[in-house]
């Protein structure tokens, strides 16, 4: 049983550079969610995508963030011209939401640690 | 921005003491969620209880839901020292996403 996976576990970057990082969800999960969490913090909502469907952007989400799920399957969110504020855990989630009004529970990867220098 | 706040902010106890947490929220919500995440590692979902429940358990733990108050407690009963780590409130809004709290660190003495 394969749980949700995140690439890289770390990154550390200078300013100025851009980054990628990528999520695979379990496999027959239909939405897919980025969090972003600070050190001492909870996470953070940042997007959600229902397959390939990126339905919802936080307002924390600038136009240096870009989020896509080409397939409905993973995800990569792109940060351009990272900033030294840029540093926290990215965590990626997934979930299987049925038709109707269900609750899906949401599992979480281990996160990618991305240090800005 | 967060939801609503987590009580206390830290909270240490010895082994085999129960541990009670308390979390706040602000706007309706769906349901709401307890998540525990290891020091610098991903979260994992413990328990759910949906808007209409009051009370929900799941071995050890024990969550109650006051919607008129608008909060939520998480109660560990005999403790042990791998239950050590950050505890997660999480309300579900409208739109399914999660909404966390800033977390209480707990820490169980052997």
């Known amino acids: 049983d394969t749980g949700v996976s995140q690439d890289p576990r770390h990154k550390i970057t200078k300013r100025g550079q851009n980054v990628t990082f990528r999520c695979d969800p379990i496999s027959e999960h239909n939405r897919l969610y980025w969090y972003r969490q600070t050190l001492g913090q909870g996470p953070e909502f940042l997007t959600y995508?229902?397959?390939?469907?990126?339905?919802?952007k936080s307002r924390l989400l600038s136009d240096r963030f870009s989020a896509e799920r080409p397939k409905g399957s993973f995800s990569t969110l792109e940060i351009q011209r990272t900033e030294q504020g840029d540093s926290a855990m990215y965590l990626c989630a997934s979930s299987l939401k049925l038709t109707g009004p269900s609750t899906d529970t949401q599992y979480f990867g281990p996160g990618t640690r991305l240090t800005v220098l | 921005s967060q939801q609503g706040e987590e009580d206390p902010q830290a909270l240490s106890i010895q082994e085999g003491e129960n541990a009670t947490m308390n979390c706040s929220y602000k706007?309706?919500?769906?349901?709401l969620q307890w998540y525990r995440q290891n020091s610098g590692r991903g979260l994992v979902h413990l328990i759910l209880i949906r808007s209409n429940e009051r009370e929900k358990h799941s071995g050890r733990l024990r969550v109650t839901l006051d919607t008129s108050k608008k909060s939520s407690s998480l109660l560990i009963t005999a403790s042990r020292a791998a239950d050590t780590a950050s505890y997660f409130c999480a309300t579900e809004d409208s739109s399914y996403k999660l909404i966390f709290g800033s977390g209480t660190r707990l820490l169980v003495r052997p």
């Open positions: 706007t309706s919500i769906n349901n």
């Open positions: 995508f229902q397959n390939e469907a990126q339905l919802e």
